[in-house]
């Protein structure tokens, strides 16, 4: 089942800071997030797995609440490369090694 | 991390035909998937590309409409068959090393169908 992101959209200026959240309705075995940029293929951003660890990448972080099956994605002093679509995938097991994509939220940040 | 090699980046087809979409990666990885994005929407998969057995399809993706292929551990196709507008998305091929690693992606082939 597919997870569920918010907001939809954000738009931000030069220096502000969003939180993106991804919402399961299963149990979840880890959770990625991921930039599309238009025209582009995703890339990567981080991953976390059942624990409630905290991942970070530069100014770019992330937590996973297993109990409650939620991550937020945190983007701190945000800046213009930071645009783009994020999306997050969810993985119910390790087995199929498969990930279930949120519907993405769309960022923009302004000068 | 492994670099994923696409054919063809874009094509346009008539309704009725087929296309094979090729996936080429530089090292040997286990998992493998198919993606499909339509137009502002989210990745959704469509199969897991399996070597050397059938592929699992996801609810709503049958294998007469998008046989898959994996002969080797480097290497799969996926056809989109008896093609219709409706089947006008990109098709992005995927890899997975192992099981804690990132889902890296090819850069797309962009089906225009006509």
């Known amino acids: 089942q597919q997870p569920v992101q918010s907001p939809q959209a954000v738009i931000l200026r030069e220096g502000e800071d969003a939180v993106i959240n991804c919402s399961s309705s299963?149990?979840?075995?880890?959770v990625h997030w991921y930039r599309q940029k238009h025209g582009e293929a995703p890339v990567f951003l981080m991953i976390l797995l059942k624990g409630g660890e905290q991942k970070g990448h530069e100014k770019i972080s992330a937590s996973f609440n297993e109990k409650k099956q939620q991550s937020s994605l945190y983007l701190t002093a945000s800046q213009l490369s930071y645009s783009g679509t994020y999306f997050c995938?969810?993985?119910?097991?390790?087995?199929?090694?498969?990930?279930?994509f949120g519907q993405g939220t769309t960022l923009q940040v302004k000068p | 991390s492994a670099v994923i090699s696409q054919k063809p980046s874009r094509d346009i087809c008539q309704r009725g035909t087929s296309l094979t979409i090729q996936c080429q990666v530089d090292s040997q990885v286990t998992m493998m998937f198919w993606y499909r994005q339509q137009p502002g929407q989210s990745l959704t998969l469509i199969a897991t590309?399996?070597?050397?057995?059938?592929?699992?399809?996801e609810s709503g993706f049958v294998i007469d409409k998008f046989p898959i292929s994996r002969p080797n551990l480097t290497f799969s196709t996926l056809t989109v068959s008896n093609m219709s507008p409706e089947d006008s998305s990109i098709y992005l091929c995927s890899t997975r090393d192992r099981e804690y690693s990132p889902l890296h992606f090819g850069n797309g082939t962009r089906l225009t169908v006509t």
């Open positions: 995938g969810t993985a119910v097991s390790s087995n199929t090694g498969k990930l279930i």
């Open positions: 590309a399996n070597q050397g057995s059938e592929a699992t399809y």
């Open positions: 299963k149990a979840l075995y880890s």
